[in-house]
């Protein structure tokens, strides 16, 4: 009996002693359990700025740094806006206006709303060149662009609709601009935001993802190629029976290659070659398929041009992995009228190749600073055209020396022109052209431009390695 009794005891004594430890596990997985939540707030500026904090306007490193300022005159359907003064195109603090609105903070919930709406006003006709959320200057990992946004002098209303809520759980890009005067013929403007936020609405509807531009798009290429999906954007049906066109960072979406043995593609779309063969890639946009798809047909390895052996100290480099390029302006600038060239650059286990597509004529500027190439005798520049030459192949290059008042068609350019043949190209071969720099002033040159001529039907080649050396 007094056995039996001990084991009853230990039992009874057992049992409280897990009690004791469930309970305190319980206490402590409830500490544990609680989430952290960040603030839901979606208004950004209503008459004044809304949980902000203090250190919210960061501008971009080349623009106006103080082109932002409050109006407290003009408002809309109120005394209060932001102010944003777009410089003129020769204000020597910046030649446009661009900047991001960083909550300085928690980050905010925005899994609530479906869009970002405004309300703006310029003094004159003006169409703004980018704006939109999700830059942050801490990867922009879900930035999301309109593009060419017309503005008049009268207040009206934009509507930028978020692509996928669900993934902004803690953001802190609110908002975000960039404008110029390419529109006003290089004068200056004036434009002002207000009721600037977040907001649930029910006229923002049919979504339609795409990549690619919506296009299935073919294109060659080789292993040890990195590509990038291009075209990455999204159309809204908004309640004025308007689309809304947005481009997308590629963190909203979900890439597949249907052969990752030819190539593979990562979370930003990034495309890797590995192997000769086709692959197709795809993507979807939360349960949404993308329109468009890029298919790749590797033809196995690629021949990079010769790698120059000139001293560094003999060469100004436009582009080369080589040697360190000169500042650039661009590579393939937007002309108008009349350019059809788009871009299609890739690298090839690190090495960057310029691709020309769709190709008429096409620029290189450097312009900020023009270069001196006065010490320089010759220019060199690596060509390759895949597939087949054309019959009726005629090429052109054209270096302009901007003068002395350093402005393009500013009254005293110079230019050169080199002339390539038919006879002096092989398909899918690099050939290297180097030819005498004969300007008669070139310190100040500020173009080299390609272009085809005499009715030349060329509309691909790659481009690498351009320099002037002595």
């Not at 004791?20 to 206490?27: H, L, V």
């Not at 609530?112 to 990867?139: C, E, H, M, P, Y």
Request: proline share 4%; hydrophobic share 40%.
């Amino acid at each position: 009996m007094n056995f039996k009794k001990h084991i009853f005891y230990l039992s009874i004594l057992t049992c409280f002693i897990f009690l004791m430890f469930t309970s305190s596990c319980e206490r402590d997985l409830s500490d544990d359990a609680t989430l952290a939540t960040f603030p839901k707030t979606g208004e950004i500026y209503t008459d004044s700025f809304v949980s902000m904090g203090s250190d919210f306007y960061l501008p971009f490193a080349d623009s106006k740094p103080d082109a932002f300022s409050i109006d407290n005159e003009e408002g809309y359907q109120s005394n209060s806006s932001i102010r944003i003064d777009v410089p003129n195109a020769v204000d020597p603090n910046g030649n446009y206006a661009g900047a991001i609105f960083r909550v300085d903070g928690a980050p905010r919930d925005l899994t609530g709303f479906n869009a970002l709406t405004f309300w703006v006003k310029a003094s004159r006709g003006v169409s703004i060149d980018a704006i939109g959320f999700g830059q942050d200057f801490l990867g922009d990992k879900y930035q999301v662009t309109a593009n060419n946004v017309n503005v008049d002098t009268n207040w009206s209303q934009v509507t930028i609709p978020i692509p996928d809520a669900s993934k902004l759980i803690e953001e802190r890009g609110a908002f975000w601009y960039a404008m110029g005067t390419q529109g006003t013929g290089g004068s200056a403007y004036i434009v002002w935001f207000d009721e600037i936020k977040f907001v649930n609405l029910a006229t923002v509807a049919q979504p339609r993802p795409a990549i690619s531009n919506g296009n299935d798009i073919v294109t060659n290429s080789f292993t040890g190629v990195n590509l990038l999906v291009s075209g990455l954007i999204e159309t809204f049906s908004l309640g004025s029976g308007a689309d809304q066109v947005v481009t997308v960072a590629p963190n909203y979406y979900n890439f597949t290659s249907s052969d990752e043995s030819v190539a593979t593609v990562d979370d930003l779309g990034n495309i890797t070659v590995n192997a000769a063969g086709t692959t197709t890639i795809t993507a979807t946009l939360g349960s949404l398929n993308a329109a468009g798809s890029l298919t790749i047909n590797s033809q196995g390895a690629f021949q990079l041009p010769p790698a120059p052996t000139l001293d560094a100290s003999r060469v100004i480099s436009i582009f080369s992995d080589v040697y360190t390029n000169v500042p650039v302006d661009y590579y393939n600038g937007f002309w108008l009228p009349g350019s059809s060239t788009g871009s299609a650059d890739f690298s090839v286990n690190g090495d960057n190749i310029l691709n020309y597509t769709d190709f008429n004529y096409v620029g290189t500027q450097t312009g900020n600073p023009l270069t001196d190439a006065s010490n320089m005798t010759m220019i060199h520049f690596d060509m390759y055209v895949p597939g087949v030459i054309p019959p009726n192949f005629d090429f052109l290059i054209s270096i302009e020396d901007w003068g002395a008042n350093g402005i393009d068609n500013g009254g005293d350019d110079t230019r050169q022109q080199i002339f390539v043949r038919r006879n002096q190209v092989v398909a899918d071969t690099w050939i290297s052209i180097d030819a005498p720099l004969t300007l008669v002033n070139k310190n100040n040159i500020g173009l080299i431009i390609y272009e085809n001529i005499n009715g030349s039907s060329l509309r691909n080649f790659y481009l690498d390695n351009v320099y002037y050396y002595n």
